[in-house]
């Protein structure tokens, strides 16, 4: 056995070189919804139904989703999600996102089965499931909020004939929806998307625009000393020179104009043979009232015949 000559130098080189691509990697990943929920949670939803997404986006909004009331077995029907914002009231367009939690059996329909006007309406919308293992989760974004306010997840539903673990059953759809980015990282810290506060209580002495943007606020405390704060750029100032503030008092606008909001709803998963049966007892009860009224009309004439007589 030939033994070749090892150089540790570079062995620790090429170790480090793999494990600074695989943080490079990683990092660019988990920037962009869904990851953030898809790395950390098996399942989007607490066990108090509350949906992960809101740990991120704090500020609360409406969703809406429609769906049928009831679907055949194997069968293609539209979720349409709802996420609805103003589009005056921001200086540039929103992202969002959505995450649908369907009951087990129920999937995303496969392409073959989606008709041309869903996908249209769904062009450049991508939706996939949460997981290998939970193909009944579906999640879509971020994506653009200008022209995709309403999302269509094209759903096919499960046979209990081929799959026992179905029944026909009414079983609870959930929903979740974001507009615009979050105010907090997975890891606990704000995001730039936050209003800006005092660190101190004192007096406004100076404003100035920095180069690079933003601005820098010297606050004069009660003691009389000096504190400098800076401020980000893109963000409103909420105050003026020589203001007087206090401590955790807003020194900017509140930046963030987007929100998460969750729903549900419930649909039936409805065999034929329970169609066929309750329009076959229908025409039968309608049948026989027919019949009743007949039978009336005969007695009351009879009666009529006897009084007469």
């Known amino acids: 056995m030939i033994k070749l000559p090892l150089n540790r130098k570079k062995i ?9 691509l695989g943080m490079i990697f990683v990092s660019e990943t988990a920037y962009a919804f869904p990851i953030y929920a898809q790395q950390a949670y098996a399942n989007p939803r607490e066990a108090n139904g509350r949906i992960a997404c809101a740990n991120c986006h704090l500020a609360q909004k409406p969703v809406e989703i429609e769906t049928p009331q009831a679907v055949l077995p194997n069968s293609v029907f539209e979720a349409t999600v709802k996420i609805p914002y103003d589009l005056q009231s921001q200086k540039g367009g929103l992202n969002v996102g959505a995450v649908v939690i369907l009951p087990e059996g129920f999937k995303l329909a496969p392409a073959d089965k989606i008709s041309d006007e869903v996908k249209q309406k769904n062009k450049g919308v991508y939706i996939s499931p949460y997981s290998a293992k939970a193909e009944n989760i579906l999640v879509v974004g971020p994506i653009s909020g200008d022209q995709h306010q309403e999302i269509i997840f094209p759903v096919i539903s499960p046979d209990p004939e081929t799959d026992k673990t179905v029944n026909y059953l009414k079983y609870p759809i959930y929903v979740g929806a974001n507009r615009g980015r979050g105010q907090i990282n997975p890891t606990g810290e704000k995001t730039n998307n936050n209003t800006i506060l005092a660190t101190s209580s004192g007096q406004i002495t100076n404003i100035t625009n920095l180069e ?12 009389g000393s000096e504190v400098s704060q800076q401020i980000p750029n893109g963000l409103e100032l909420a105050v003026l020179k ?14 963030n104009v987007g929100g998460f909001g969750q729903t549900e709803t419930e649909i039936v998963l409805q065999s034929s043979a329970r169609i066929y049966g309750y329009v076959a007892m229908t025409f039968f ?5 027919i019949f009743l009224v007949i ?6 004439k009879v009666q009529a015949a006897e009084m007469n007589f």
């Open 12 to 20: 620790s080189q090429f170790v480090a070189y793999i494990s600074l």
């Open 212 to 223: 690079k943007g933003g601005y820098e606020i010297e606050i004069k405390t009660s003691s």
């Open 242 to 255: 020589g203001k007087s503030i206090v401590a955790d008092q807003p020194l900017t606008k509140d930046p």
């Open 285 to 289: 009860i309608i049948l026989t009232q």
């Open 295 to 300: 039978k009336k009309k005969q007695f009351e």
